[in-house]
């Protein structure tokens, strides 16, 4: 990975700016500290007043709660302009995070005292101490019970020690605040201690962030750190000015070099174009601005294609500065992306084809810089590949939203051949917290998944916290397992660690699935009596077709079933003849769900109405040819 971008003749340090990303693990409350910090300093207009986590924009990261995509904004404070960027939490979202942090000269660590670090904090905080940025602390939710802030405080100096922090980074300075309740204490233990409001988290950033050091009069330079599309501006090219000035209307060369190789600014220029408005961040508005120098966190409109990592420099090729290509870690997981071919194809959605599903996909990887899309030896099939289960089920429920219809298929981690020759899968580190009493539950589960316990501590009150090393295969689907088997109270995280030996190939479900004989509408009188055969996944009057999986058998075999039957009256009077039929409620997949619950021969259709789980093969006689010709192959 590369550092921020930095330029010779260094001459200038711009005292009237600080640039920070807050990183933090995924709800330890960064969001919320920034409503807080643009409140305090009066970004909001008067009709956002009320807006909670205003920087979860989209729907899926306010349903959610997460952060998914990076999202810059800026506030005054006592004569300075301070540049915010709210990252991503997730391991799987890592691609945001990496190129971020080239934009800012420190980062706003947040930290939960109740929970202190977790694995993610360490994802996102190796990167900014490898690109040597100054850490600021901020203890959050200290009015939580049970917390512990000076633990988290000392936890903190630890995990910045072990991955090997210089003495700069180490002497960071730290702050205990409540980001909901907006206040801070100088002693947390101190129950008489006056509150404090939370515009101390500004001055602390004046203080002690470390202001760009920049040359304005040199050409001007750019590193697009991310991008958005606008309806009326065309692409939207984000990030820091490294050196030089921009004006509106001036002409730029739009610079985008290839991985592994050496940057050439007259070979790697994809073209020239005029600035046609360049905008500046306030609150959670951007505005139009003529000019900006070396320092500065902006937005540039103009150019006909853009990518993340493509630099923005002088016209003149010998003036040029060009930024090595961005590199990210590669992906670990992934999913065949196909046409929906059912019988139900079309009715719900509003792009169906090949065509639109291709320009779709492909069209996510400008700004979407660690997802990877190919195409396949059929043609209505696309294999796309990312950082984990929520990065690829986020793009999905993405695209439903947006009125596409298409089939996926069970996930898979992308193996790689060592230099022996033998075959190496992705490992992940998991680091679990829960109630001592479920610990026993957990640790059997992740044994089966090939799990392997590298620590455990009691933290009394009742909590132990264990650190496994796991394939990352073995993490689909558990997450909703593991919150079920420690009712709700456990804590649960991962990040990436690289790649181990290949454990062989292992059947992830133990039960087999209820498949529709014939299409029709489901009827209580069917369903009633399909119930002691297994879970249903759907209730009556849905309507089904042959090779739809309504539910999952009792036993390790398929079954095929016919749910359509209705009653047959007749004239003929019985004792059992009007008995009330009672339904146990359906279970409902959720996407992750489905995705961790399908085989290699399922699908999962994707509708902006309905998630429907189906065989590959829809006609019985088909698939019971291809599962000879499978186990004949195997055998």
Same mark, same amino acid.
């Given at each position: 990975m590369h550092g921020p971008p930095r330029v010779a003749n260094q001459t200038q340090t711009r005292e009237d700016i600080r640039n920070?990303?807050?990183?933090?693990?995924?709800?330890?409350?960064?969001?919320t500290l920034v409503d807080a910090l643009l409140g305090e300093a009066g970004a909001f207009q008067r009709a956002e007043v009320g807006v909670e986590r205003a920087l979860d924009s989209g729907d899926l990261e306010r349903e959610r709660g997460i952060t998914i995509t990076s999202k810059p904004t800026a506030l005054e404070w006592k004569d300075h302009r301070i540049n915010l960027v709210d990252t991503p939490g997730h391991a799987d979202f890592g691609g945001e995070v990496e190129r971020v942090l080239n934009m800012v000269d420190g980062v706003l660590l947040v930290v939960d005292a109740f929970e202190g670090p977790m694995p993610q904090t360490r994802f996102v905080t190796e990167k900014a101490v490898e690109l040597g940025l100054v850490v600021l602390l901020v203890v959050n939710k200290i009015d939580r019970p049970g917390c512990d802030p000076h633990g988290a405080v000392d936890a903190t100096f630890d995990l910045l020690d072990g991955l090997g922090a210089s003495d700069e980074q180490l002497d960071f300075p730290v702050i205990f605040c409540s980001a909901r309740e907006r206040y801070v204490l100088e002693e947390p233990d101190d129950d008489d201690g006056e509150q404090l409001p939370i515009s101390r988290v500004l001055d602390l950033i004046i203080e002690r962030a470390p202001p760009p050091k920049v040359s304005v009069d040199t050409p001007p330079a750019m590193w697009v750190s991310t991008l958005h599309h606008d309806n009326y501006l065309g692409y939207l090219a984000i990030g820091r000015i490294a050196s030089g000035?921009?004006?509106?209307?001036?002409?730029?060369?739009?610079?985008?070099?290839?991985?592994?190789?050496?940057?050439?600014?007259?070979?790697?220029?994809?073209?020239?174009?005029?600035?046609?408005?360049?905008?500046?961040?306030?609150?959670?508005?951007?505005?139009?601005i003529d000019e900006a120098q070396a320092g500065d966190i902006v937005a540039v409109a103009g150019m006909s294609t853009l990518q993340v990592g493509d630099t923005l420099t002088d016209t003149a090729p010998e003036k040029r500065e060009v930024f090595p290509a961005l590199a990210v870690d590669p992906p670990t997981l992934s999913v065949r992306f196909r046409v929906n071919d059912g019988p139900f194809a079309g009715r719900e959605g509003k792009w169906v084809t090949?065509?639109?599903?291709?320009?779709?996909?492909?069209?996510?990887?400008?700004?979407?810089?660690?997802?990877?899309?190919?195409?396949?030896?059929?043609?209505?099939?696309?294999?796309?590949?990312?950082?984990?289960?929520?990065?690829?089920?986020?793009?999905?429920?993405?695209?439903?939203?947006?009125?596409?219809?298409?089939?996926?298929?069970?996930?898979?981690v992308i193996l790689r051949e060592a230099e022996d020759g033998t075959l190496e899968e992705p490992y992940e580190n998991l680091a679990v917290q829960t109630d001592s009493a479920y610990a026993g539950a957990v640790i059997d589960?992740?044994?089966?998944?090939?799990?392997?316990?590298?620590?455990?501590?009691?933290?009394?009150?009742g909590r132990t916290k264990m650190a496994f090393k796991i394939p990352a295969r073995g993490l689909i689907g558990y997450r909703s397992e593991f919150m079920t088997d420690t009712r709700g109270t456990g804590i649960i995280a991962s990040t990436f660690a &690289?790649?181990?030996?290949?454990?062989?190939?292992? =059947?992830?479900?133990? %039960? #087999? *699935? /209820?498949? @529709?004989?014939?299409? &029709?509408?489901?009827?209580?009188?069917?369903?009633? =009596?399909?119930?002691? %055969? #297994? *879970? /249903?996944? @759907?209730?009556?009057?849905?309507?089904?077709?042959?090779?739809?999986?309504?539910?999952?058998?009792? %036993?390790d075999n398929d079954l095929v079933v016919n749910p359509n039957v209705n009653k047959k009256f007749t004239n003929v009077r019985s004792a059992g003849a009007d008995e009330k039929l009672f339904l146990t409620p359906p279970r409902t997949l959720s996407l992750e769900d489905a995705l961790a619950f399908i085989e290699d021969d399922e699908l999962i259709e994707v509708t902006p109405e309905s998630l429907r789980l189906r065989k590959r093969w829809l006609d019985h006689n088909v698939r019971k040819r291809m599962e000879k010709a499978a186990a004949a192959a195997t055998g």
């Amino acid at each position: 990975m590369h550092g921020p971008p930095r330029v010779a003749n260094q001459t200038q340090t711009r005292e009237d700016i600080r640039n920070l990303a807050i990183i933090a693990h995924v709800d330890h409350g960064k969001t919320t500290l920034v409503d807080a910090l643009l409140g305090e300093a009066g970004a909001f207009q008067r009709a956002e007043v009320g807006v909670e986590r205003a920087l979860d924009s989209g729907d899926l990261e306010r349903e959610r709660g997460i952060t998914i995509t990076s999202k810059p904004t800026a506030l005054e404070w006592k004569d300075h302009r301070i540049n915010l960027v709210d990252t991503p939490g997730h391991a799987d979202f890592g691609g945001e995070v990496e190129r971020v942090l080239n934009m800012v000269d420190g980062v706003l660590l947040v930290v939960d005292a109740f929970e202190g670090p977790m694995p993610q904090t360490r994802f996102v905080t190796e990167k900014a101490v490898e690109l040597g940025l100054v850490v600021l602390l901020v203890v959050n939710k200290i009015d939580r019970p049970g917390c512990d802030p000076h633990g988290a405080v000392d936890a903190t100096f630890d995990l910045l020690d072990g991955l090997g922090a210089s003495d700069e980074q180490l002497d960071f300075p730290v702050i205990f605040c409540s980001a909901r309740e907006r206040y801070v204490l100088e002693e947390p233990d101190d129950d008489d201690g006056e509150q404090l409001p939370i515009s101390r988290v500004l001055d602390l950033i004046i203080e002690r962030a470390p202001p760009p050091k920049v040359s304005v009069d040199t050409p001007p330079a750019m590193w697009v750190s991310t991008l958005h599309h606008d309806n009326y501006l065309g692409y939207l090219a984000i990030g820091r000015i490294a050196s030089g000035t921009i004006t509106s209307g001036r002409r730029l060369a739009q610079i985008r070099p290839e991985i592994g190789h050496e940057p050439d600014p007259v070979r790697d220029c994809v073209e020239e174009f005029r600035v046609a408005k360049l905008l500046g961040f306030q609150g959670l508005h951007r505005f139009e601005i003529d000019e900006a120098q070396a320092g500065d966190i902006v937005a540039v409109a103009g150019m006909s294609t853009l990518q993340v990592g493509d630099t923005l420099t002088d016209t003149a090729p010998e003036k040029r500065e060009v930024f090595p290509a961005l590199a990210v870690d590669p992906p670990t997981l992934s999913v065949r992306f196909r046409v929906n071919d059912g019988p139900f194809a079309g009715r719900e959605g509003k792009w169906v084809t090949s065509r639109k599903l291709a320009e779709r996909l492909f069209r996510e990887l400008r700004s979407n810089v660690a997802l990877k899309v190919e195409n396949t030896e059929v043609a209505e099939e696309f294999e796309v590949s990312g950082r984990g289960e929520l990065h690829l089920s986020v793009l999905m429920e993405t695209m439903r939203r947006e009125g596409y219809e298409f089939c996926v298929s069970r996930p898979r981690v992308i193996l790689r051949e060592a230099e022996d020759g033998t075959l190496e899968e992705p490992y992940e580190n998991l680091a679990v917290q829960t109630d001592s009493a479920y610990a026993g539950a957990v640790i059997d589960k992740l044994g089966r998944r090939g799990g392997e316990m590298q620590a455990m501590e009691e933290l009394g009150n009742g909590r132990t916290k264990m650190a496994f090393k796991i394939p990352a295969r073995g993490l689909i689907g558990y997450r909703s397992e593991f919150m079920t088997d420690t009712r709700g109270t456990g804590i649960i995280a991962s990040t990436f660690a &690289g790649y181990g030996p290949h454990l062989g190939s292992t =059947r992830h479900r133990s %039960r #087999g *699935v /209820l498949i @529709v004989l014939d299409a &029709g509408e489901t009827m209580t009188y069917s369903l009633a =009596r399909l119930q002691d %055969r #297994g *879970v /249903l996944f @759907v209730g009556p009057q849905v309507p089904t077709y042959a090779g739809m999986i309504i539910g999952e058998h009792s %036993r390790d075999n398929d079954l095929v079933v016919n749910p359509n039957v209705n009653k047959k009256f007749t004239n003929v009077r019985s004792a059992g003849a009007d008995e009330k039929l009672f339904l146990t409620p359906p279970r409902t997949l959720s996407l992750e769900d489905a995705l961790a619950f399908i085989e290699d021969d399922e699908l999962i259709e994707v509708t902006p109405e309905s998630l429907r789980l189906r065989k590959r093969w829809l006609d019985h006689n088909v698939r019971k040819r291809m599962e000879k010709a499978a186990a004949a192959a195997t055998g």
